[in-house]
């Protein structure tokens, strides 16, 4: 491991003892179970995050991969049963907060994660576990070089004719 990586393992590590403090349920000694959306993003925490969680504790990082609508439902339907299966949840922030009746309060408290979690990202239902932005990209080869440079021109499809896409954030609980 690289001297820039052992930071991110250590702090991957506290995140996911997130769950073995947390929770009390079957997977905590076993095994970390962690809800996700599933493809290249479950693949990368897998080969960088969980793999790192792994070889440091012994402990194995399974891995459950669910729609934004059916977390929502799970998460909700586990915390009425109180009868947790997963003992981390991927989600957007705008459904955490929808969910927050559901899930614990003040977790980075619980689980004295605070000197690993990027500064204002412990929040009263978890912790922020990816920080990012929405890139502009347009093919080089259209609108004669013509490049967009903003929203505006996004939307502008009189100088710049042709299809848009946009990745839906759909938002399933409502």
Do not use: K
């Amino acid at each position: 491991m690289t001297r820039n990586a052992r930071p991110t393992a250590r702090g991957a590590a506290a995140t996911l003892a997130l769950a073995g403090a947390l929770w009390a349920g079957p997977a905590t000694a076993e095994e970390v179970i962690i809800a996700t959306g599933g493809g290249l993003f479950e693949r990368g925490l897998s080969d960088n995050i969980a793999a790192a969680f792994t070889h440091e504790t012994g402990i194995p990082v399974v891995f459950v991969a669910a729609s934004p609508g059916e977390r929502a439902a799970r998460v909700a339907a586990m915390s009425e049963a109180r009868r947790f299966e997963w003992d981390i949840v991927l989600s957007s922030e705008t459904h955490a907060r929808q969910l927050s009746e559901h899930l614990l309060a003040d977790p980075c408290d619980l689980a004295d994660i605070h000197d690993v979690v990027i500064e204002g990202g412990c929040r009263e239902f978890g912790a922020l576990g990816v920080i990012g932005g929405l890139p502009m990209v347009q093919r080089a080869d259209m609108f004669d070089g013509v490049a967009m440079e903003s929203w505006a021109d996004f939307f502008d499809v009189a100088r710049f004719p042709g299809p848009r896409s946009l990745p839906n954030y759909g938002n399933p609980m409502v």
